[in-house]
Every structure is written in C-alpha cells, then in structure tokens.
C-alpha cells in the first residue's frame, strides 16, 4: 500500500491552492481515480477532496446555453428536465454509461477528465507512452479490438476516449470553465481532449494547477431532434466499440442543419464536421446518410482487431440518422 495525504477543500480558492503541491490530484466522484490509485497506476501524494463544493446547480442562461457545475453528478443531470427535454443526446448518452451506482458518483468535470481504458495503461506493466513516456505502445501490435482508435491515432498511442457524456457535449457544442493560480479562462470544448501526437501522456489542455469549475452547453438548435446512438458487445456496463450523436433540424425532408460526433473509434470526442457539411442542405435519404458516414470516418485507419470499427461507425451514423428522420 501506498500512502498519500489527505485533505478536503472548502471552496474553490481552497482547491486550487492546495493543488499547487507536487503530485497532488483532485478528488471528485473518484470512480477513475480510485481505481488507477488501486491498480498503481496513479501515484498521487496528495489527494485533495472537491466533492463537497457548491458546483453542483444546472443554471438556464438568458441567451438560452445552459451552465453545468462541475460536480453535478451523471445522474442528476441526466435526469434534469431541461437536459430532457431541449438535450435528449446527452441525457441518453449519459444514461448508457456504466452503471446507476457509478452514475450517481461520478462528476460532470470527473467524466471529462477520466482516463483511457486501455489494459495496457492499466496493467502497470505493459510499454505505454501515456504512463510512462518513451516505453512504447503494446496496442498497435497487441490487443485492440475493444477500446483502441482508428481516428486520431499516432505511432505513440491508439488509446480510445470512454466517455459517452464527452461524445454527447462535442456534438451539442460547449465551453469548459476552468480556473487556476492565474485566474479564470474558457476553453471550447472541441479543444479540450487533445490527440495522442507525440506526446500521449497530455490528454487536456488543463494547465498547472487548474481546476474544472463548469461546462456551459451551447444552446440548442431550434427545432432539432436529436439522440445517441451506442453499439457494443452487450448492453449492460459496456464501453462503446463505435457511438453515435446527431442532432439534426429538418425542413420537410431537406436536412437544414447536423451536428456529428463519434464515440469508442478516437482518441478524443469526434466531431464529423466535414460530414455535417455533407448533410447540409441535402434529402434527407439513406443515400445522403451513407455518403455523411464515409466522409465522417475518412482518415481511418485499422491496427488490425480493431478494423471492424472503419465500418461500424459508420452505421452508427446511418442507424442513428435514419431513425432520427423516420
């Protein structure tokens, strides 16, 4: 057993400052970490405790965007009625992710901020980049069916985002409210998750000592349906092999607007923006929808067991889209 400190912060300022240390990490929900510290993967010193802060309300803004707390859990905010009934994407995309116990856990900020499942990361053993740069990458050539990429890869790592919820928030549109020893900035959240590079081991655009403190939703699409769609290997307590969310705003049957995002085939949130343009202005037809699917998986590339995915995201697309219009 390792030891670490312990301590609980009573407000934001609070958090920060004790973040400052050397190896210190914040502890939310603790549904990732708990589990990394368990299997030795994550080492922390430190261990400061954020789960009492008052981040947890759901605030409807005046130009109609919607301000999440950072610790407002995945259950709540799955069953919020504004989340309901103006971002059914995200309710249902939050709502097919582990299970209710660690739903009712896990953070709003802890669920952008989770790691990969990768079982070479996990495994404490294995040639990883992204827990112990320059060690190499056992899943290029090794196991990586399940919870590997086909976008966004590198020769450094392959690693697959989990997060359901981010795959939502990257379709929808969203800003990440963070703040430091520096003060407060907003990162736009397609720019949040960073891909693999060179440098695996950088997974966000966080800077020293910065904490999540909101995620505000960009106001939805006038007039738009929309809804996730997850394909895995069984339905219960599954990451995602390939997931789908799509907004969609319909004139008759032109497509007006789309917004694409894919999930368990990158290494970050996927937004299809090329596929999106595609859809634009087009019928809306199976033929359209295929045509939208390829272009949204253009650049893929297999690793062998986890080619299977170049195609399944794509019917993530079409599925979802064809449903979405019906």
């Known amino acids: 057993m390792r030891s670490f400190d312990y301590t609980r912060a009573a407000n934001v300022d609070d958090a920060i400052a004790a973040r400052a240390q050397t190896n210190t990490v914040f502890l939310a929900g603790g549904t990732t970490l708990l589990d990394l510290m368990k299997l030795d993967v994550m080492r922390p010193a430190r261990v400061v405790d954020i789960h009492k802060l008052a981040l947890t309300q759901i605030d409807v803004l005046d130009d109609g965007r919607v301000r999440v707390g950072a610790m407002v859990s995945n259950t709540d905010l799955a069953r919020h009625e504004v989340i309901r009934t103006r971002y059914p994407v995200l309710s249902q995309a939050l709502l097919s992710g582990a299970s209710t116990q660690l739903r009712n856990k896990a953070t709003t900020a802890g669920n952008v901020m989770q790691r990969v499942r990768c079982g070479y990361f996990r495994d404490g053993v294995s040639a990883c980049n992204k827990r112990e740069p320059g060690s190499g990458c056992a899943a290029i050539a090794g196991n990586n069916r399940n919870v590997h990429a086909v976008l966004g890869g590198s020769d450094q790592c392959i690693a697959a985002h989990p997060s359901d919820m981010c795959v939502a928030m990257a379709a929808i549109g969203a800003t990440v409210h963070v703040q430091g020893p520096n003060g407060a900035r907003d990162i736009d959240f397609v720019d949040f998750h960073l891909l693999p590079g ?16 909101h995620v505000t939703l960009d106001a939805p699409l006038p007039h738009s349906r929309s809804a996730y769609l997850k394909l895995r290997d069984r339905a219960s307590y599954q990451f995602a092999l390939a997931s789908s969310a799509v907004i969609v705003v319909l004139d008759g049957h032109t497509i007006r607007d789309a917004r694409i995002a894919l999930g368990g085939v990158g290494t970050k949130p ?3 923006q090329h596929a999106e343009t595609l859809l634009k202005g087009q019928p809306a ?11 949204a998986m253009q650049g893929a590339r297999s690793y062998g067991q986890n080619g299977f995915k170049i195609m399944l995201g794509q019917q993530a697309i079409v599925r979802n889209l064809s449903t979405l219009v019906a």
Not at 198 to 213: C, Q, R, S
Not at 286 to 293: C, D, E
């Open 198 to 213: 060179d440098t695996p081991w950088k997974e966000h655009a966080l800077n020293d000592g910065e904490m999540i403190t």
């Open 270 to 272: 996927w937004r299809a």
């Open 285 to 295: 037809t199976l033929a359209t929808f295929q045509q939208a699917a390829a272009a």
